[in-house]
């Protein structure tokens, strides 16, 4: 029984494929890194007085792929905590 060869040869359009592939990584690390500043650069531009919190949890979200909820549960707090004077009537 005879096996047939496999042609392994390495050549201009594997070239190409394997660049397109490196430059598709690199677009998307470039995209997450500025997703993961944009909210602490917000927060900082706006001066929260919580810009710090803000950085790490955007961070800590894309770290575990946005399965952290505190940023959740924070802003549901503020609303309770600060009412809106308008609906005092």
């Known amino acids: 029984m005879e ?3 496999v042609d392994s040869s390495f ?3 594997d ?3 394997f ?3 490196a430059v598709l990584i690199f677009v998307g690390v470039i995209i997450v890194v500025n997703l993961g500043k ?3 650069q ?3 531009k706006w001066n929260h007085p919580q810009t710090g919190a ?3 949890m955007s961070w800590i979200g894309i770290a575990t792929g946005g399965c952290c909820g505190q940023w959740r549960s924070y802003g549901r707090s503020r609303r309770r905590l600060v009412p809106n004077p308008q609906l005092r009537r």
Do not use: D, R, S, W
Request: proline share 5%; hydrophobic share 75%; no cysteine.
């Open 38 to 40: 944009l909210p602490g």
């Open 19 to 21: 660049v397109v592939f």
């Open 54 to 56: 803000i950085n790490a």
């Open 15 to 17: 070239a190409f494929a």
């Open 11 to 13: 050549g201009a359009l």
């Open 3 to 5: 096996v047939a060869a």
């Open 42 to 44: 917000l927060a900082h």
